[in-house]
């Protein structure tokens, strides 16, 4: 079992950054991929980011490639998103979430955080 606590949400102007982070419990932090998901008012979640287990591979969706970059500290059990110039269309909920399989999809992840909320204001 693996309890996800995301933190760092709020409200941003358009061009700001955000910087969100997600504490992972338990001991075998280093076992899971991780990934940042989303969803927008009215909108389904969409997949965000993902890290491999030890952090060396990286995915990133076009909508925020260049602009947010995922990390990990597998001694602190967390994972990180820095969210640079920040787009209103970036307003969502956002949710961290593991995985033991390399994969985008997120039925196959495995757990979740509650999410938080990312407002981007025009």
């Known amino acids: 079992q693996v309890q996800l606590v995301e933190s760092g949400g709020g409200l941003v102007q358009a061009g700001g950054s955000l910087r969100l982070s997600c504490a992972a419990s338990?001991?075998?932090?280093?076992?899971?991929?991780m990934a940042w998901f989303r969803q927008a008012p009215g909108k389904e979640r969409e997949f965000v980011v993902a890290i491999s287990w030890s952090g060396p591979n990286t995915y990133y969706a076009d909508s925020v490639k260049g602009r947010f970059t995922i990390s990990r500290d597998n001694a602190k059990n967390t994972v990180y998103l820095q969210m640079n110039s920040l787009k209103p269309e970036d307003t969502a909920v956002y949710y961290c979430a593991a995985s033991t399989r390399w994969r985008l999809a997120q039925n196959d992840y495995d757990y979740w955080g509650q999410g938080t909320q990312v407002t981007v204001s025009s």
């Open positions: 338990g001991r075998t932090f280093s076992s899971y991929v």
